[in-house]
């Protein structure tokens, strides 16, 4: 009896350190990838597209670590960090394509799940108007129109995607944000247009 007692101990005692271990590493692999798709978004908006693709594919490579390390641990891999860091790495990819105009990635190819994806969707959409206010302060309103243009897209794509919070991982609040931030964008841009075009009617006038 005692020696089947101290067995059970044994086994329980190595499935856990397995899981602690596990834990550990999720957690310090998934700051560093957060930390760096972070550091990737800031390059893309100071126009270091070469720095922000090195910075995305150290992250891929620390969620690649997290995913040799999980195996089944179901528990870990869904407690949440994982999760958070996997929503990073969507954002900064998405924010990089959107922002150089090459084609998105979709989950499967970022070896992300849709959830995470699509709330980094949102976030990524969201960082356009960094962009598209750039843009106003240059003079360049047709690139801050396409910049628009593209959160408006992304957002009308988010609100088809109707499913419980549970299920999205709390998507709707990422698009009713998104959609806050969309206006505030559409307004400054219909400004700068407004102010344009009475600038250039002024101009014709004193010609």
């Known amino acids: 009896m005692a020696g089947d007692?101290?067995?059970a101990g044994d086994a329980a005692r190595a499935v856990l350190d397995e899981k602690h271990q596990a834990r550990e590493l999720t957690l310090r692999s998934s700051r560093r990838a957060i930390r760096s798709c972070s550091n990737a978004i800031r390059?893309?908006?100071?126009?270091?597209?070469d720095d922000a693709r090195t910075l995305i594919a150290e992250a891929g490579a620390?969620?690649?670590?997290?995913?040799a390390a999980l195996g089944a641990q179901h528990d870990i891999r869904y407690a949440g960090f994982h999760t958070d860091a996997q929503k990073e790495?969507?954002?900064?990819?998405?924010?990089?394509?959107?922002?150089?105009?090459?084609?998105?990635?979709?989950?499967?190819?970022?070896?992300?799940?849709?959830?995470?994806?699509?709330n980094g969707m949102a976030e990524a959409?969201?960082?356009l108007r960094r962009q598209a206010l750039d843009c106003l302060r240059r003079g360049d309103v047709e690139r801050a129109e396409s910049l628009l243009g593209s959160m408006d897209e992304v957002y009308s794509?988010?609100?088809?995607?109707?499913?419980?919070?549970?299920?999205t991982g709390g998507l709707r609040r990422s698009t009713d944000a998104?959609?806050?931030?969309?206006?505030r964008t559409r307004g400054d841009v219909t400004t700068a247009i407004v102010?344009?075009?009475l600038q250039t009617a002024v101009e014709r006038g004193t010609s």
């Open 195 to 197: 102010a344009a075009r």
């Open 62 to 67: 620390f969620l690649a670590e997290i995913d």
């Open 43 to 49: 390059a893309v908006h100071r126009g270091e597209f």
């Open 178 to 183: 998104l959609r806050a931030v969309l206006e």
């Open 125 to 127: 959409a969201s960082e």
């Open 89 to 118: 790495f969507a954002e900064a990819n998405l924010t990089l394509a959107l922002v150089t105009g090459e084609p998105l990635l979709d989950a499967e190819a970022l070896n992300v799940e849709v959830a995470p994806y699509l």
């Open 5 to 7: 007692v101290a067995a």
């Open 157 to 167: 794509m988010l609100v088809t995607i109707d499913y419980p919070d549970a299920i």
